[in-house]
């Protein structure tokens, strides 16, 4: 779960198909996870989270799904959220020490469990 | 499970309210209705290992505090504001559809705290205000239906358009007051003794209560219910 454009498989590319579907509900049951991860690199907003996950993802995460959980992280001591300079409009949230430390843990324990159950799928349980 | 939240509500609301109860909390303005929906929640969640969701639209979460703390009403840490502010900001140049968000930020908390037993939402008057009228009977009855599902106790705060003094009940919002299970009015009325506000169970579906008008009062220990009012 990189967030390098180069190690970011295309999801784009399960559209045409119904793999889309199953991206779409693991996204959307895990999106803490995907949240965390975006704020990896950069501050962003609410709106600039859902924006980049929609371009990336392809996966609109609407916002009475988003806000809470950036509320709640914040309440956690997991995100910083401070106002733009010049912008009292827009909230940008970054991750604490403590929430990169959890935001690491979350995406790597994240992507094992994709590993497993891709296993599990493939070996017939 | 509210009975006993705050003091001398026992003389007004003899049993417990039901779970999945839908109560609207009406009232002119300045007549305590977010204070005592708050004190009512903060109370409970306070002795229970239990989480309240308050919803506000009119105010931000520092707003409200702000206005609860004044009135010695200290919120828990199992007891979560959430405002629209920052979503509002952040999106106004897009149509939000209000009705479907708060629902799913009431799903979103439920994910998150198990437990969460008790719903309010401040106010039902600027959710109109701010959402597409189109429909409006039936998304507000399939509202009432969800809330009802979640099994929590909700409270919708409604600012009636009744004048500050005792008067008509306004033909307003007459679907909400059909489809609730209880509404508890407040109002001021004026009397000899100079104005004073009163809280009165208009309707509370399954559970025994007081018909009378009861004086309500802030005090040093938050709010009180006092004896009847005439």
Known sequence: MKTSDENVPDLCEFQEDNCKK????????????????????????????????FSRCDVFLSQGTVYPILYALEEEGLLHAEYSKGDMRSKKYSLTPRGRAAAEKDIEDFAKSLEQISFLLKRGY | MLKNTINGLDKILFVEIPKGSVILVTGAEGTLKSGLVFS???????????????????????????????????????????????????WMNSELDLITMTEEVIDSYKDKYDNLTLFALDSLNALYS???????????????????????????????AQSRIAGQISQFYQTERFLADGTIELGMIEGKGGVKRYIQILKMRATKHAMEKHQITIGDNGINILGPIY
């Open chain 1, 22 to 53: 199953f991206v779409d509900k693991i996204i959307k049951a895990n999106r803490g996870v995907f949240m965390m991860n975006s704020l990896l690199e950069k501050q962003m907003s609410g709106y600039d989270i859902i924006k980049e996950i």
């Open chain 2, 130 to 160: 701010i959402s597409e009228y189109g429909n409006m009977r039936n998304r507000i009855y399939n509202f009432f239906t969800h809330l009802r599902d979640e099994g929590f106790i909700s409270f919708l705060i409604m600012e009636s």
């Open chain 2, 40 to 90: 009512m929640m903060a109370n409970h969640v306070a002795d229970n290992n239990e989480h309240g969701l308050y919803v506000t639209l009119e105010q931000n979460k520092e707003s409200h505090l702000r206005n609860m703390n004044s009135l010695g009403i200290k919120k828990e840490s199992n007891l979560h504001i959430f405002d629209y502010q920052d979503m509002r900001l952040e």
